[in-house]
């Protein structure tokens, strides 16, 4: 039985090391840590009444909410999750919708994407490779559930938790707690090469769940220009993303908007596309658009969108 299982751990993670080698700004490994070292103490952000412990920033069935008067009250599924089923949307989302780089920001999605993705993760059409956590919640969750949830997240103003800043270095980091990427303490800077390094303003912020903690995007130079032009359809490689996202970006009618979202989540999106690990009827309109992108070409649309207001 033990023989079996090891076996099976080793296949699993040989798998997930090859798609993503190289790739792991992008797809973020989960890190075994230890966690904090006073899972006890009362901690705070700037601006909020409210004091959790690193214990009550990590759980699951309740994680915080540090401004409870700056968004309509929660449904139960984004609070709570339904313990032990699935877990609360807004320890990874969180109440505002803005997520983290290695989550997404969903915030003001339209409502019909937002179910079809829930339908997308629930029926094994969308295996991206940090969906993983996204299909479990999905397959555990009610049909009234995913409308629930997906209402509440449809009817916040979109936001932007980025800075896009093209760099041809950027700091050294590593990926800590919660699989976000941290500077170095010893700080230091390395060539960025065809990487999206995304440094949150404040660790501490991010780690406390701080929704207005926000974020560095450092791209490589000259992306937003390239990928300016790779949206208006004009470098004969792609189909211009206006046609279907609007004109500014910010999605149209049942289209997802990907101005100002996070740029390695756009990223994953796109080459997960590529790799056909996203499927179903809606996503086919994608197909011509990821087909003949390198990875270059994704990293600077990425950019580009992410620049923009959202
Ligand atoms: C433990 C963390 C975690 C929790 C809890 C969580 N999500 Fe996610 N969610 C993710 C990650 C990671 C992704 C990105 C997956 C990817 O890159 O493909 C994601 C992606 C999504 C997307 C896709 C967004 C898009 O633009 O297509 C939706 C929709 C979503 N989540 C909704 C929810 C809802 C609703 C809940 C609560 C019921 C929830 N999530 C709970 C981590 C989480
Ligand atoms: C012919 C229409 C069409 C064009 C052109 C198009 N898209 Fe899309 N795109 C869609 C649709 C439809 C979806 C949502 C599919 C679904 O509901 O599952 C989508 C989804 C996406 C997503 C995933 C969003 C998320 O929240 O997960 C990204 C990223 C994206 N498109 C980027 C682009 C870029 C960049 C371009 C231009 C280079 C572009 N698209 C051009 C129709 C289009």
Not at 31 to 57: C, F, H, N
Not at 201 to 215: I, L, V, Y
Not at 247 to 272: M, N, S
């Amino acid at each position: 039985m033990r023989i079996v299982f090891v076996a099976t751990v080793l296949v699993l993670s040989a798998a997930i090391a090859v798609a993503v080698e190289g790739m792991d700004w992008a797809y973020p490994p989960t890190p075994k840590g230890k966690g904090p070292p006073d899972k006890e103490k009362m901690l705070t952000v700037p601006g909020s009444k409210r004091q959790y412990t690193a214990a009550q920033i990590g759980d699951g069935f309740n994680p915080p909410d540090w401004f409870p008067d700056e968004h309509p009250p929660m449904p139960a599924a984004v609070a709570t999750g339904r313990p032990p089923a699935y877990r609360a949307c807004a320890l990874c989302h969180l109440p505002t919708g803005g997520g983290h780089p290695e989550s997404a920001n969903i915030a003001g999605l339209p409502v019909r994407y937002l179910i079809r993705a829930m339908e997308e993760y629930k029926n094994d059409n969308r295996v991206g490779l940090r969906a993983t956590t996204m299909i479990e919640i999905a397959k555990a969750m009610t049909d009234e559930e995913i409308r629930i949830s997906s209402e509440y997240y449809a009817a916040l103003k979109p936001q932007s938790r980025q800075k896009v800043v093209e760099s041809a270095t950027a700091p050294k980091s590593f990926v800590g707690g919660g699989g976000m990427r941290y500077a170095e303490p010893e700080g230091g800077t390395e060539p960025i090469g065809s990487r999206i390094i995304i440094i949150p303003d404040s660790a501490e912020g991010a780690q406390r769940r701080n929704p207005k903690s926000n974020f560095v995007a450092y791209v490589p130079p000259g992306s937003i220009a390239n990928g300016m032009q790779l949206a208006a359809g004009t470098a004969g490689k792609t189909v211009a993303c206006g046609i279907c996202h609007g004109p500014t970006l910010k999605g149209l009618g049942e289209v997802p908007g990907i101005a100002g979202r996070d740029p390695t989540y756009t990223f994953r999106q796109l080459y997960d596309m590529q790799q056909g690990r996203r499927k179903g009827d809606a996503i086919a309109l994608m197909t011509a658009v990821v087909e003949k992108l390198t990875i270059d070409d994704m990293i600077a649309l990425s950019a580009y969108a992410a620049s923009l207001e959202p």
